[in-house]
């Protein structure tokens, strides 16, 4: 072998070696709050929340996960978080962790390539709430709330540890919107439990907004469990417009930008378990990113229904600390 061919080899080398650092996850001290969005906001409040922020890293050739050193992505990952907080701020004291979500390019891999960088993502996720059990919990009720990724985070979450009742009894409830519920996840898991009403509790109120005509989506491939925001019920029961109590656009300070009440009424499909939109041109809300299909309203589900599911946190709550006392 000449020179020339083992220093080629040796920079090919060298050149993996860079690139499975530039993979290599960071670790990450929960116990300094600056790796923290949130870190106990709001006095004064009868309750936690532990929520988990979606995907806002589009990720690049060769990084697959967000890193904490990215400025950028950290002030995005706020601002998601700012304009989901308003429906849960006026009840509950805050937390929401910085982590190594996965980025956007991650969801257009295979599950078996995909499966270590949602890995990363969750061990993250995992740290920051075993430090927060332990470190500021102090055996208060807890809301678990995501969006999107944040959803599926929370989820796992939930699969872990809330089998044992010191957590079980501490759930309010766990908002895991624009995610999917399985059937399989329920049957392997049965402590999960879906709410089945307005106001039950250490259950999971989920769903995910589409227009009619969608039968696929890379959210829900084939089914999903889930509840109508509007009318509270686990069937196909249409609810209209009438029933939501308003849709809120809210920029990345979290300020509403505009409001319209009795904007849309849902429906769940009997078949899919989506919340199928009925008052709604998809033309009109794209869904902007190019991994969700025309007439996905993915990116939406917080927003069409904002009011409803502030005034939903309020009575679960109160449900709660009613039966608890």
């Not at 469990?225 to 300070?253: E, H, M, R, V």
């Not at 007439?295 to 009575?315: M, T």
């Amino acid at each position: 072998m000449t020179k020339h061919v083992l220093k080629t080899l040796l920079l090919i080398l060298i050149l993996l070696n860079l690139a499975a650092c530039g993979e290599k996850p960071e670790i990450i001290d929960y116990s300094d709050i600056n790796n923290w969005a949130y870190y106990s906001v709001g006095e004064n409040k009868p309750a936690d929340l532990f929520l988990i922020c979606p995907t806002v890293f589009g990720g690049e050739e060769n990084q697959h996960n967000m890193s904490l050193k990215d400025e950028e992505s950290k002030q995005n990952f706020t601002g998601a978080l700012n304009m989901e907080k308003g429906i849960y701020e006026n009840e509950l004291r805050m937390y929401a962790p910085f982590y190594q979500q996965a980025g956007l390019n991650v969801y257009k891999m295979d599950s078996r390539r995909s499966k270590k960088f949602f890995d990363t993502a969750y061990a993250d996720i995992r740290k920051a709430f075993v430090h927060y059990m332990e470190n500021e919990n102090n055996n208060r009720p807890i809301v678990i709330a995501g969006f999107s990724q944040g959803s599926d985070m929370a989820l796992r979450l939930l699969k872990e540890f809330f089998s044992e009742e010191k957590y079980q009894n501490k759930l309010v409830a766990a908002y895991l919107i624009g995610w999917r519920i399985t059937e399989q996840d329920l049957k392997k898991y049965p402590h999960l439990k879906m709410a089945q009403n307005e106001n039950d509790t250490g259950v999971i109120v989920s769903f995910n907004s589409e227009a009619e005509f969608v039968k696929k989506s890379i959210i829900v491939p084939e089914k999903t469990y889930g509840i109508n925001p509007l009318n509270w019920k686990t069937d196909s029961t249409p609810a209209l417009a009438s029933l939501n109590l308003g849709a809120c656009f809210t920029d990345y300070s979290g300020s509403i930008v505009n409001e319209f009440e009795n904007f849309t009424g849902a429906y769940l499909d009997s078949e899919r378990g989506t919340l199928k939109i009925t008052d709604v041109n998809p033309d009109e809300y794209p869904p902007i990113l190019d991994i969700f299909e025309h007439g996905v309203f993915h990116i939406y589900d917080y927003l069409f229904f904002y009011r409803n599911l502030q005034h939903n946190v309020e009575v679960r709550l109160k449900n709660y600390m009613e039966n608890i006392n």
